[in-house]
């Protein structure tokens, strides 16, 4: 059973910095596509980045210039590097896993808070 496991969010004041990493786990099959989303209190789960397995990302306007999203060498990790970071970005953060066999399945974390505040 595939599993993924978030971990870096906490407590950072506005201006700061956070890393968020991601490991899954659990499948035979490579896994193609990763990303983070987000959720905000009484919000919908939003695109934050997302990355392919060749490294072709993709980002919310809302992060762009400030997050970073790579993959570790073994392509089953993600990370995202968050940086300038604003009250707007708290949200619970989700890492998401697309895997393409034996069937497309998308796969996903139980989330990490990041909670940003003076």
């Known amino acids: 059973q595939v599993q993924l496991v978030e971990s870096g969010g906490g407590l950072v004041q506005p201006g700061g910095s956070l890393r968020l990493s991601c490991v899954a786990s659990?499948?035979?099959?490579?896994?193609?596509?990763m990303g983070w989303y987000r959720q905000a209190p009484g919000k919908q789960r939003d695109l934050v980045a997302t990355?392919?397995?060749?490294?072709?990302?993709n980002y919310a306007d809302s992060v762009k210039g400030r997050f970073t999203i790579a993959r570790g060498v073994a392509l089953n990790t993600v990370h995202l590097q968050m940086d300038s970071l604003k009250a707007e970005d708290t949200a619970v953060y989700y890492c998401?896993?697309?895997?393409?066999?034996?069937?497309?399945?998308?796969?996903w974390g139980k989330g990490t808070l990041v909670t940003v505040s003076s």
């Open positions: 998401n896993a697309v895997i393409p066999f034996p069937s497309v399945t998308n796969y």
């Open positions: 659990g499948s035979s099959f490579r896994v193609a596509f």
């Open positions: 990355i392919t397995s060749s490294g072709s990302t």
